[in-house]
Structure formats: C-alpha cells, structure tokens
C-alpha cells in the first residue's frame, strides 16, 4: 500500500492594485517630505539659525509698526482737541465782544486793536501748537512707512528662504533701509503734497486771519 504523503498547500499573498497604488502613494509622500525645503532647513544648523533670527527680527518689527500706529492716533487725538479748543475760544471771544459792542460804541471803536491783538496771539499759540503736532504726524508716519518696508523686504526673503530651502545663499542679506531716488513727478508735486501735510495748519491761520477783521467789523461796523 503506498504511503500517502501529506500535501502542504503554500498561500502567496497577492498585492492588487490599490493596495500598490497606496504604498506608492506613500513612498512619494515620504520622499517629498525628506525633500521638502523646511525638511532641509531643520537639518541645515546655518539656514534654520538664519530662519529664526529673520522670523525675530520680522516680530519686532511688527511691535515698532504697532507702537507708531498707537503713537500717530494719540498725536491726531491732540491735534482734534486743539481745532476743538480754538473753535470754542473764538466763539465765546467773537460772543462777548459782540455784546459789549452796544455798551459804548464810541470807546470799543477806539480801541478795537485791543481785541484783535488778543485775538492774534491766541491764535499764534494755538497754531504753533497745532503744526508742532502735525510735524510730529508725519515724522512718526514717515517712520511707520520705513518700517514696513523694511517688514516687507524681510518677509520676502525669508519666503525665498523657506522656497530654496539649503539652496539659499546664507550671505544674502535683506537690503532693508534703501531708499529709492525721488523721480521728477515726486518733485512736480512736493508743493502739493506740503499743502496736504499741513492742510489742518492752514485752515487754522485761514480762520485766524478772519477774525480778525471780524474784531473790527462788530465793533465799529454796527
């Protein structure tokens, strides 16, 4: 009788598509990663001391820009109670001597320099107030503009940065602070743009010099 061997039956495991198609998928993915430009940043000592030091530098710059904002709003704060402050005088100053016009015409006629000198030097403190103020404006507007300049060349070179990965050129610096050559039509309107900075300046010299041949007009022309 012949002896019957057992049979092994020997299962090989059959990979279908899909399940290729994910451990594809996957080896890309793990590829892409050890090539991905942040990958070589965090393995680069140099470029990931480079990329903090510019995110640092882009934090404070985005304190200073916060602080000028702040410091401009206080500054025009000032300068609206200052128009406030001259509009209020000169309307109680234009009211009393109004009034005191009918007492005795003759005398208030006589000396209607009085009023109009008063007038004046009040009005000279209160635009030497004003324009030191709006100067003050512009200084600290001009500053906030440098500012973000120098914010947006930083920002574009640490996007270059984190795009090129270990490929950037550790000496380039970000060439911030460069200031463009003013071009004929910056100087074609330089007058207008004074005019502009100091619109507030001139309103209130405007309506100094009208009051004072108001001064006058109430006390003789009535």
């Known amino acids: 009788m012949a002896e019957m061997k057992d049979a092994h039956i ?7 598509e899909e399940q290729q198609s994910k451990l594809m998928s996957a080896m890309d993915a793990s590829t892409a990663i050890q090539n991905h430009p942040l990958t070589e940043i965090s393995n680069s000592p ?3 001391l480079l990329l903090k030091l510019w995110q640092r530098e882009e934090e404070l710059f985005c304190r200073r820009a916060a602080v000028k904002e702040s410091r401009m709003d206080s500054v025009k704060r000032e300068i609206f109670q200052l128009c406030c402050f001259f509009l209020v005088f000169h309307g109680f100053f234009l009211t009393m001597l109004f009034t005191s016009s009918f007492n005795d ?3 208030t006629c006589k000396k209607w320099w009085v009023p109009c000198l008063m007038s004046g030097s009040v009005s000279l403190v209160f635009v030497f107030l004003v324009q030191v103020n709006v100067c003050r404006y512009w200084k600290v507007w001009g500053q906030l503009q440098r500012e973000r300049n120098d914010n947006r060349v930083l920002t574009r070179c640490i996007q270059e940065l ?5 490929s950037f050129d550790l000496s380039k610096e ?3 602070g460069k200031r463009l050559k003013s071009s004929s039509v910056q100087i074609k309107w330089k007058r207008l743009t004074w005019c502009s900075h100091n619109l507030i300046t001139i309103c209130i010299i405007c309506l100094a010099g009208l009051v004072l041949p108001a001064c006058k007009f109430i006390l003789c022309g009535f």
């Open 46 to 48: 140099g470029h990931l």
């Open 105 to 107: 015409k003759d005398n």
């Open 162 to 166: 984190r795009m090129k990965g270990a």
């Open 174 to 176: 970000p060439q911030c």
């Open 10 to 16: 020997v299962e090989i495991p059959v990979v279908d």
